[in-house]
């Protein structure tokens, strides 16, 4: 059974970091691809991070490039998004997800990804 759990979220101040880790089972590690995907109140979910477990591509939707990274571990099967210059709008619960599309030209939808954690809080406070 696929299984994937989200850990790391919490609350800090604008200008602040986390990392979040997910940590991933029961499926071969190599043959997925890993998305960070996050939804605020009120709004749909937004695919906005991920990386192709094959060939190590990442992808980084406009609202946080260049403020996180996106990193795996393959021998532990964990992904971690390191979440630099944090501000108010990035304040939603964040998912990682197991799915089968991931890079520049098909972005990180959240159609493409058939597995999910539960979920970890992020808030940010101005």
């Known amino acids: 059974e696929i299984h994937l759990v989200e850990s790391g979220g919490g609350s800090v101040q604008t200008g602040g970091s986390l990392r979040l880790t997910c940590t991933a089972s029961g499926f071969t590690f190599d043959d997925w691809h890993i998305g960070w995907f996050r939804q605020a109140p009120g709004k749909e979910r937004e695919g906005i991070s991920c990386i192709r477990e094959s060939d190590g591509v990442t992808y980084f939707a406009d609202s946080v490039k260049g403020r996180f990274i996106i990193s795996s571990d393959n021998a532990k099967n964990t992904v971690y998004l390191q979440m630099n210059r944090l501000e108010p709008e990035d304040t939603a619960v964040y998912y990682c997800?197991?799915?089968?599309?991931?890079?520049?030209?098909?972005?990180?939808?959240?159609?493409?990804?058939?597995?999910w954690g539960p979920g970890t809080q992020v808030t940010v406070s101005s």
């Open positions: 997800a197991a799915g089968v599309a991931c890079g520049p030209r098909v972005g990180v939808r959240v159609s493409n990804y058939d597995h």
